[in-house]
């Protein structure tokens, strides 16, 4: 057929699917949703907010909307006769093969977490060595005398390998409480601490393993005014003692978002108290005598404050190694010599092209974990010598674990875009002996030799070059017909690496191609790509994302009609300003617990710790950059935009379900008719889960299901128009 005879039939085709599409709901209308507008004044400027009423959300109004809406989606999205077929190929690739990680060694046990095939939630496991026998210690789901949804937020093993503390939380709240474990008999021991939600990197055993130091927070707060305590095995935690924190020390002088932790270490006398200051990416560190840890009265001193801009520290016997991005916005490894109160940092790995990320202390080396080129690098530093090197590893991905092993070996988890997760097992000082796979997860079995991943610099508005990566079936035909999800973030300094997923077969197998956006406000090219978006000019985010959008239309992979884009929790911020000022670019979008009121966040409990990431609208500059970015206040009545899908969880304690809510029904009174035109806007409702930690694998397939259907239903795609 003649190229330009095949398009016209395709448009066509696209413009019959459309008519249908609107003739099913030519007659349909969306839930009432009551308008109470609410006037604030800010720094002069007049902001009206119709559905601030929504911000209460315990009120039986909101409640028994948010179920009215929910049940409006979930009927339309039942129209869509493709989706049963998708969500059953979903759960085919989910259940490919096993998952796991955790990973934790310790007195030569290896503990991690595992889901097998037709398994809904990761369980606890534990095995003799790293290949011996294996048994599951823990499911969440079928905890004796405790029904419900549980998932296991955090766990940490006891030095002599016996006992294990862990977060236990229902509904995907993230509201943890502590249990400790036997690891011989798989019982719980009488502790229960509640308010223990935040300790989401574990606890801190002590070297005896007769308790642990975790972080607890009031039953009024949720990320504020958290202090660490002093708990030992078998006594009332409320009789706990608390060392560092809120109200622990007047000379601390805690602020309302600061967030402390306690990190041990087997071979250091002293304690290394963590402080996180909002969602700032810059930390502080204090150090004590372990001995000593008295209550308020511990002597603690403060070798690391913001102004040293460290992201990441840890002890090794009476070093402190850190990462500090003062001098280098790709960062330098350094350390300190805890002995000598007045010592310096000394710099041990200089600061190079790739951005250092994290570390990890072995017995007789650190190592650090580096982005290079948008893959992992692991560099070795040894301890006595200070020597570096390189870590070989066998392909290009993601190094998701290091573990260093006593013997001086690693136990380390990497993926790659088309490479399966693989647990491995290497031998660093031995630069000539292969990587050795082990067998501690079943290999997943399908087959990803027909899919390729690409990496590409796109230039943005001012001219700065933003990577994109492209996930593609490898015949892949470039005439614009491709259907296309393109997705962004862009806080934090969080990096979106390349990372494996069996379930995207389901897309590309239909053709289709899945890219990722690595937008300014991330952390790929160091904290000068994370200040590229950071409040005053938080903009490029959006303006990164269009420009990947743009480039993808331009280069014919997709077209307008084909792309659809998604941002996430933060990344609601990303796709809502797609949306929000470039509507011509997408058929579609996702915003999944998004952070869409970027005037009223500040107000939740977990405001305070996010201004220092977004703004804070006390602040007349901040303000004006929120307001004009902010997707809630963008939409403007009667523009045409895409179809949007807006999910939430409604147990979200992150992003608050009333937020995604509100950003919903604007765009749906914004646009009445645009049901009828067969491009609704819905909310997506699970109440049975949170910010997305802690759901099950059925819920996380349900909601893809649902998503990839009702775009594929805007790409006009056969069998996906709406049944009536």
């Not at 709901?25 to 009432?32: G, I, S």
Request: positive net charge; hydrophobic residues 40%; contains cysteine.
């Amino acid at each position: 057929m003649n190229p330009r005879l095949k398009r016209s039939a395709a448009s066509f085709g696209l413009a019959l699917v459309t008519t249908l599409a609107q003739s099913a709901f030519a007659q349909a209308t969306y839930p009432p949703t009551p308008q109470k507008p609410v006037s604030d004044n800010y720094h002069g400027t007049v902001v009206v907010d119709p559905y601030r009423w929504m911000e209460d959300m315990k009120a039986p109004e909101f409640q028994s909307w948010m179920k009215t809406q929910s049940a409006f989606a979930a009927d339309l999205l039942g129209q869509l006769p493709g989706r049963a077929a998708l969500r059953e190929r979903l759960g085919q690739l989910s259940d490919a093969g096993e998952s796991t990680g955790g990973y934790e060694v310790v007195a030569g046990k290896l503990f991690y977490m595992k889901r097998a095939p037709g398994q809904n939630q990761a369980r606890l496991w534990q095995r003799e060595g790293l290949e011996g026998a294996e048994r599951e210690l823990l499911d969440p789901n079928n905890l004796p005398g405790e029904p419900g949804k549980h998932a296991i937020d955090w766990y940490s093993v006891s030095p002599n390998g016996k006992l294990l503390a862990l977060g236990l939380s229902k509904g995907g709240s993230e509201n943890s409480v502590l249990r400790v474990l036997d690891v011989a008999s798989g019982k719980f021991l009488s502790e229960s601490i509640a308010h223990t939600g935040l300790n989401e990197g574990g606890v801190a055993w002590l070297p005896d393993s007769s308790g642990f130091a975790y972080n607890r927070h009031p039953a009024d707060e949720r990320y504020n005014k958290s202090a660490v305590y002093l708990h030992k095995l078998g006594q009332d935690a409320a009789k706990d003692l608390a060392v560092f924190g809120w109200e622990v020390s007047a000379r601390h002088k805690f602020a309302i978002p600061d967030l402390p932790y306690l990190r041990l270490s087997k071979d250091s006398h002293f304690a290394l108290a963590e402080v996180l200051h909002g969602d700032a990416v810059d930390h502080s560190f204090w150090v004590a005598p372990l001995k000593q840890l008295k209550g308020a009265a511990t002597p603690w001193r403060r070798v690391i404050g913001p102004q040293d801009r460290v992201i990441h520290a840890a002890l090794a016997g009476d070093k402190l190694y850190a990462l500090t991005q003062k001098t280098a916005s790709r960062r330098q490894l350094v350390s300190l010599d805890l002995t000598k109160p007045q010592a310096k940092f000394k710099a041990v790995l200089p600061a190079g092209d790739s951005v250092l990320q994290t570390l990890e202390v072995g017995d007789d080396a650190v190592y650090v974990k580096a982005l290079d080129a948008g893959v992992s690098k692991l560099w070795r530093v040894e301890r006595k010598s200070g020597a570096i090197s390189t870590v070989a590893l066998p392909f290009e991905g993601t190094l998701r674990s290091v573990n260093a092993l006593k013997d001086g070996k690693l136990l380390v988890l990497l993926e790659g875009w088309t490479q399966a997760p693989q647990s491995l097992l290497i031998a660093p000082r031995k630069p000539g002996e292969a990587p050795r796979q082990l067998s501690i997860q079943k290999p997943v079995a399908v087959d990803t030799s027909g899919v390729e991943a690409r990496r590409v610099m796109v230039k943005s508005h001012d001219g700065v070059m933003v990577p994109l990566s492209i996930v593609a079936p490898k015949a892949a035909a470039l005439d614009g017909q491709r259907p296309t999800i393109l997705t962004g973030y862009g806080a934090y300094g969080i990096t979106l690496e390349p990372r494996f997923a069996a379930t995207r077969l389901a897309w590309t197998e239909r053709g289709g191609v899945l890219a990722t956006c690595h937008v300014r406000g991330g952390g790929e090219l160091g904290e000068e790509w994370h200040q590229g978006a950071h409040i005053l000019n938080k903009q490029n985010t959006v303006a990164d994302f269009i420009a990947c959008a743009e480039w993808l239309i331009a280069n014919k992979y997709t077209s307008p009609a084909k792309l659809a884009g998604t941002g996430g929790s933060a990344g609601g911020i990303t796709i809502g300003g797609t949306i929000t000022q470039r509507p011509d670019l997408l058929a579609a979008a996702q915003s999944a617990v998004g952070l869409s009121d970027m005037l009223r966040m500040e107000t939740t409990p977990n405001g305070a710790p996010n201004v220092a990431e977004f703004g804070t609208v006390a602040n007349p500059a901040h303000f004006k950059s929120m307001y004009a970015l902010s997707p809630y206040h963008r939409v403007q009545e009667g523009r045409a935009y895409p179809a949007v899908i807006v999910t939430t969880g409604a147990n979200d304690p992150r992003v608050e379900a009333w937020i995604p809510a509100k950003l919903a029904a604007r765009l749906q009174a914004a646009n009445p008719d645009g049901l009828a035109r067969g491009k609704p806007a819905i909310l997506r409702v699970d109440f049975e889960a949170g910010h997305g930690m802690g759901s099950g694998v059925s819920q996380r397939l349900d909601e893809t299901a649902d998503v990839w259907s009702f775009f594929l239903w805007q790409f006009g795609e056969a069998g996906f128009a709406p049944k009536r």
